[in-house]
């Protein structure tokens, strides 16, 4: 069976720090990588796509990939208290079906 | 960005009864996805649907509960039918999305069962 894996926190952080948060997988063949954040009571909001290995930014957000290790990373920096959510990693095991992690849950503390 | 409308947002049903749930999306699309998202849980895929064909059901889903409609590229519904409380979740629907390299989500349907 295919898995995605994430702690599911909460992981406390306070204003203005680093939020690291990260993702295993087991499906070795798998090529692409999605980071979601998701508000209580809202759909999922797609923040960062990875197809490679290595680091890709977006503004405060960082996405790392290493296939070898099969993990994902997701760095949030100067994290805010509207960054407080659940954040699913999801990952495309082919087919464009995407394999869903548990979550992990960001609390930023003002 | 695509735009999907879904509808309902929210639903309180009897036990025995089925919801159509539709989206539309404001663009073409191949796949249109069905997701369940149970109380506490992560999103679980329940199946592909495309124009033209019958759609592709994920191990743990059958046609005969959940009846996918795909009339034609813009447009998808999905039946949850003879619910039972076990079906209270949220649904949505997905379409992938090339301009933001991912995918986009309906707004999703709160089905509660009683």
């Known amino acids: 069976q295919k898995e995605v894996e994430q702690n599911s926190g909460p992981l406390s952080v306070p204003e203005g720090a680093i939020a690291s948060l990260n993702c295993t997988y087991s499906?070795?063949?798998?090529?692409?990588f999605f980071w979601y954040r998701q508000y209580s009571g809202k759909s999922p909001e797609l923040i960062m796509s990875i197809y490679s290995n290595g680091d890709k930014e977006d503004g405060r957000f960082t996405a790392q990939l290493n296939k070898a290790s099969q993990y994902v990373s997701l760095l949030i920096r100067d994290s805010q208290p509207s960054d407080s959510a659940t954040y699913l990693c999801a990952v495309n095991t082919g087919f464009q079906k995407l394999v869903f992690g548990t979550g992990t849950r960001l609390l930023v503390s003002p | 960005s695509a735009v999907i409308s879904q509808k309902p947002s929210r639903d309180i049903c009897q036990r025995g009864t089925s919801l159509t749930i539709q989206c539309q999306v404001d663009s073409q699309v191949t796949m249109m996805f069905w997701y369940r998202q149970q109380p506490g849980q992560s999103l679980t895929l329940i199946a592909t649907?495309?124009?033209?064909?019958?759609?592709?059901?994920e191990s743990g889903f059958v046609i005969d509960k959940f009846p996918i409609s795909r009339p034609n590229l813009t447009f998808s519904t999905l039946t949850v039918s003879n619910m039972s409380p076990e079906d209270s979740s949220i649904y949505l629907c997905s379409v992938e999305d090339r301009a933001l390299y991912g995918y986009t989500f309906g707004s999703g349907t709160r089905l509660t069962v009683v």
């Open positions: 649907a495309n124009q033209g064909s019958e759609a592709t059901y």
């Open positions: 499906d070795r063949g798998s090529q692409s």
